[in-house]
């Protein structure tokens, strides 16, 4: 069932026909316009992603991602299940997972457990992708040309026949995802949720789907604090001089690095997603700041 869904939905069709606006880096356009903007965004870049994230990054988003994964707790939480001798899978969503950064690592962790030898996946074919009712994770994207992407890596031979017969694929919005209530032990999302209209719709949708106890975790650009004042000005002067012209240089597609380095400007501050996370019905929501504060890991449970 997927009744507490409906709200999000009535709320994001009523806007579509309204002049309600939204920003689209520093631009404003109607919100009905945004989806559509970003999707051509990701489009443009999906050939380049991984290696323009090396370059604006310096290597560390991979450290990054590292550690994000690493806060899940995989191992913990097959200990735990092994203990209570439960037969059902953790299951792992894995949203704007687009070339499958975060959940390729996840993969790994739950084969170094040994998670995915007792799990058992049925494959079938639905709309939007190859979906298995069985997964313990699934990839989700808007952007057909990112889930694409991350598709081909999968299949590249860095992972058996087994393993991936415990992965899927799904095209969807985040703010109107097309899984049923309590279907997830773990929610992720890295460097996605500030390219979503609705934050607020897809916290909500995030909850949703979460199991009772289930849990919360966002990799995103965040902010510099202010006492850090000399690395916030050498951060702006690189993002906003450097990464665009990097994008130009190695995608030939200055304008949608621009728009990314404007929208993790106009993105919410730490303390400002907590307090979404909060109203979105999230208890115990937190963050952890990593390099200074250039991003951020927000975490919540469903209790």
């Not at 590292?66 to 939480?77: E, H, L, R, S």
């Not at 200990?79 to 996840?106: C, H, M, N, W, Y």
């Not at 694409?148 to 992965?167: P, W, Y």
């Not at 992720?188 to 975790?217: C, Q, S, Y």
Request: aromatic share 10%; proline share 3%; charged share 25%.
């Amino acid at each position: 069932m997927k009744s507490s869904q409906s709200l999000p939905r009535v709320l994001r069709v009523v806007r579509q026909f309204s002049n309600h606006t939204e920003q689209f880096g520093y631009k404003k356009v109607l919100e009905g316009e945004k989806e559509g903007l970003v999707r051509g965004v990701f489009a443009s870049v999906a050939g380049n992603y991984d290696v323009m994230n090396d370059l604006m990054s310096g290597g560390m988003h991979r450290l990054w991602k590292d550690d994000f994964v690493q806060k899940i707790g995989i191992q913990a939480m097959v200990a735990a299940r092994r203990q209570t001798k439960s037969t059902e899978p953790l299951r792992f969503l894995d949203v704007a997972g687009g070339t499958g950064d975060i959940s390729f690592r996840i993969i790994k962790a739950l084969e170094k457990s040994g998670a995915l030898d007792d799990a058992v996946s049925q494959e079938t074919s639905q709309e939007g992708g190859l979906v298995r009712p069985g997964s313990v994770v699934t990839i989700s994207d808007i952007n057909p040309a990112m889930l694409e992407a991350g598709r081909k890596r999968a299949f590249d031979g860095r992972f058996s026949r087994q393993t991936l017969a415990h992965v899927g694929f799904r095209e969807a919005n985040a703010q109107t995802l097309p899984f049923e209530d309590n279907s997830f032990d773990v929610y992720t999302i890295a460097f996605g949720l500030r390219n979503v209209t609705d934050i607020d719709a897809a916290l909500v949708e995030a909850r949703r789907v979460l199991k009772p106890g289930g849990r919360f975790l966002c990799l995103e650009f965040s902010a510099i604090p202010k006492r850090f004042g000399p690395l916030r000005q050498i951060y702006d002067a690189y993002s906003f001089a450097a990464i665009p012209i990097i994008g130009q240089v190695v995608a030939g597609d200055r304008a949608s690095y621009q728009y990314l380095v404007e929208s993790i400007r106009l993105f919410p501050k730490q303390e400002e997603l907590v307090a979404k996370l909060e109203g979105a019905g999230f208890k115990h929501a937190s963050y952890t700041n990593y390099t200074a504060g250039v991003v951020a890991v927000h975490t919540g449970f469903k209790l």
